[in-house]
């Protein structure tokens, strides 16, 4: 893979995320996992490129994301959508979906990666907080996404390096 500056990416953001999604990939006590995320972003603030991804507290990943330092965004191409429902629905606490996914780990600027990606984004966590209720400008948002008050931890990483094949 080719290390690029996150100001040398020529993707859509919108469509790589939303349309295309993505394997957020961390890694604790020996423990590697990837969850597929259709919702995040990149952009810059504090003066450095970051992306954000948001995970709900009963996600094992969420769990991994608070012992560990640095995750990835791994995008891969669409022969492997049955590979992202799998790690959208199945639980890294009762299987290794690295395996199960027949994934090759690496590790990036110290995060843990996916082999098989087209792109790569290795972060380093800054920030991490959960949205409250009394934080929603629009009720609706609130009522609509989280019927069971499983409000979202969001995670604002910089980004350390993008890596492209």
Not at 51 to 80: G, N
Request: aromatic residues 12%; charged residues 20%.
């Amino acid at each position: 893979m080719q290390k690029l500056s996150p100001y040398e990416l020529a993707q859509n953001p919108f469509a790589l995320i939303g349309k295309q999604w993505t394997l957020i990939t961390t890694k604790a006590a020996n423990k590697t996992n990837a969850m597929t995320a259709s919702w995040g972003g990149v952009g810059i603030l504090w003066n450095k490129p970051v992306a954000t991804v948001y995970i709900r507290p009963q996600r094992f990943t969420q769990e991994l994301m608070e012992k560990s330092e640095r995750f990835s965004l791994c995008f891969l191409d669409d022969t492997f959508r049955k590979e992202y429902s799998y790690c959208g629905s199945a639980s890294g606490r009762d299987q290794d979906k690295m395996a199960a996914c027949s994934f090759t780990e690496i590790s990036l600027d110290g995060a843990p990666a996916i082999g098989q990606s087209e792109l790569i984004l290795t972060c380093r966590k800054l920030y991490c907080q959960r949205f409250t209720p009394e934080s929603f400008l629009d009720p609706c948002v609130d009522t609509a996404n989280y019927p069971n008050h499983d409000y979202h931890y969001m995670y604002i990483g910089e980004i350390l390096g993008a890596y492209q094949k």
